[in-house]
């Protein structure tokens, strides 16, 4: 059964960079069927979905934090990666990777395993 | 962008009785080559990561009870629950994977009357 687990920093200042690493368990962050993403929800606020990555590095992003936000995997480790710079209080946030399916031409699919989730908060 | 409008913001519904939530796209998510639309329904519980509970708008995810159900094609999608249950109280989000960006309706609060 795939595991997807959360962790990082709970707290980070304002202008910082947020890092957070998802650790993929039972299954391959290396396959070629999946895309690798992470999405955050606010408190109080719905679903918003930041990029996803594809094991052999390519990316995708939302166009809202594109500037900000990089994405990255390591094949060895099993895991992927977020770094989202200069946060401020509106990146208060439970964030979550998940695995979505890749459809032909690289078309995207539903996601269909999620993380728990961890809360970061930006404060001083 | 596709914009993802649900309604209604929250709802009320007694037990046993049905629970029907709307999804609209600003644009189709309906793919003419394979016939599908590109539609999800998610359920998010407090202190839990969102559930997929149906994918391709009416594909139910294994698992998931037949009292949950998807219709609709192109702009207009339906999030029914036939006969609600206490543990069905939480908040439903339909996304859109048709193009990116990948985004989510604001979410329907499901609670009981």
């Keep these: 059964q795939l595991q997807l687990q959360e962790s990082g920093p709970g707290l980070v200042k304002p202008s910082e960079t947020l890092s957070l690493t998802c650790i993929v368990s039972g299954g391959s962050f290396s396959g070629s069927d999946y895309y690798w993403g992470w999405i955050r929800q606010p408190p109080g606020k719905g679903l918003e979905w930041i990029g996803n990555i594809f094991y052999t590095g390519g990316t995708n992003y939302n166009p809202s934090l594109k500037s900000r936000v990089t994405i990255s995997g390591d094949t060895s480790k099993n895991q992927f990666s977020l770094k989202l710079s200069s946060v401020t209080a509106a990146d208060t946030a439970v964030y979550f990777c998940a695995r979505s399916l890749r459809g032909a031409g690289g078309s995207y699919r539903h996601f269909d395993y999620w993380g728990r989730g961890t809360l970061v908060i930006v404060s001083s | 962008d596709i914009v993802m409008t649900q309604?209604?913001?929250?709802?009320?519904?007694?037990?046993?009785?049905?629970a029907t939530i709307s999804c609209k796209s600003s644009q189709s998510v309906f793919y003419s080559s394979n016939n599908k639309n590109y539609l999800a329904w998610y359920q998010r519980k407090p202190g839990q990561p969102p559930k997929l509970l149906i994918y391709w708008?009416?594909?139910?995810?294994?698992?998931?009870?037949?009292?949950?159900?998807?219709?609709?094609?192109?702009?207009?999608?339906?999030l029914t629950i036939s006969s609600l249950q206490a543990e069905d109280v939480?908040?439903?989000?339909c996304q859109q994977y048709y193009s990116s960006p990948l985004n989510f309706g604001g979410g329907t609060k499901v609670e009981i009357k």
Excluded: K
């Design chain 2, 7 to 18: 309604s209604p913001d929250s709802l009320a519904v007694s037990l046993g009785e049905r």
């Design chain 2, 90 to 93: 939480a908040v439903y989000y």
């Design chain 2, 57 to 78: 708008a009416s594909t139910r995810e294994s698992g998931v009870p037949d009292r949950f159900s998807g219709s609709g094609s192109g702009t207009d999608f339906t």
